[in-house]
Each structure stands twice: as C-alpha cells, then as structure tokens.
C-alpha cells in the first residue's frame, strides 16, 4: 500500500449486499455467486475492507453471471480494517491481517473447489487481496491470476470505488471489470 490514500475512502460495509449467499468454504466464510455445478471457478480476495463490500460482491455477481462459480472468502475473519479507528491504524491493523494467513487459508479454498470437481481456478485480489493471488500464483496453483488496485498511487487515482451516480466513473469501472472477467474467460477452460 502507498499510504492512507488507499484507506481514506472505505465502503459502507453491507453482509446482505449481492446476489449470492454467504457458505462455508475451505473452512471459511464465504460470499458465493453462480452455479455451483461449473468446472471454473474464480476466488475474488479482497482489500483490507473485506468480503461485505458491495462493489465487490457485484463484481463477484458479474463474473458469475459469465458462467463462473465465485468465492469471496472471508480472510479477515469478521475483521476489516477500519479507517476512522484511531486504536488500530493500518500499521497495527496488518500486524494481524498478514497477506501469508489467507494465503496459507487460500490452500484450504482452492482444495475444496477441486474436492468439487472444479477443473481451473483463476483468483482475482484486489489491493491487499493481490499479494495473496501473487504468492498462490508462485506455486502454480491457479490457471489465471489478476491484480487490482496498485498501490503508490494518488488519491485521484484511486476512485475504485467510484460514485455510482458518476456517469463517467460508471463507465470506466465498468470498462475495467469487463477487462477481468475476459481475461478470466481467455485463461479459464475446461
């Protein structure tokens, strides 16, 4: 992460946001989207604000849409960082919250989802999310990987989680999960 830019604009967190429900899997809770019955699935792993944030359960709803099954585990177990806590800053917050937990916890998701018969998994990790994915992708445990959300950018550039009302903004989100989920569908195959 590049500084507090990343951490000044949180989403309101929202456990009932999305089309999917919340399961166990691998042992962890879970925001699951699409037909359980498909050979492809995709991990979404989050930012530091978890797995109760609507854009990212829409976006795991758009990649189910595409025939995908999604996971959105919950690595932070209940526990997303948050910004306005003065007695947990981000330095003290990560303490607990090492990229290397989910990614040890990552293992026990994509063994389930091969335990279903699952033949390709691609995982997509969003800001802190992308440290788990790049370290999975070391061992050759997924068949496609994406990175989200670069770190050492400014806070203009960083209006990921734009304003739905924004037109503009709209548009270039929108621009930039199509961008995920083709990738998805070029690497991910039976």
């Not at 989403?11 to 042992?27: A, D, R």
């Amino acid at each position: 992460m590049a500084g507090p830019q990343c951490c000044s604009n949180p989403p309101i967190l929202n456990p009932s946001s999305g089309e999917g429900h919340v399961e166990k899997v691998g042992g962890l809770d879970s925001y699951v989207s699409g037909s359980p019955n498909t050979k492809l699935a995709v991990i979404l792993i989050s930012e530091v604000f978890g797995y109760e944030a609507p854009i990212l359960r829409k976006i795991a709803d758009k990649v189910a849409a595409a025939g995908f099954f999604v996971v959105v585990p919950d690595f932070l177990h209940g526990d997303p960082f948050v910004y306005d806590n003065p007695n947990r800053p981000l330095p003290v917050w990560l303490k607990d919250h090492e990229p290397y937990k989910a990614f040890e916890e990552a293992k026990q998701v994509i063994e389930a989802l091969k335990s279903k018969d699952v033949s390709a998994i691609g995982a997509a990790g969003f800001c802190w999310g992308a440290k788990v994915v790049v370290e999975l992708s070391k061992i050759d445990l997924l068949q496609a990987s994406v990175l989200l959300h670069p770190s050492f950018v400014s806070l203009d550039d960083i209006r990921v989680r734009y304003d739905a009302e924004d037109e503009a903004a709209v548009k270039v989100a929108e621009e930039a999960h199509q961008n995920l989920l083709e990738w998805f569908c070029k690497h991910l195959q039976y």
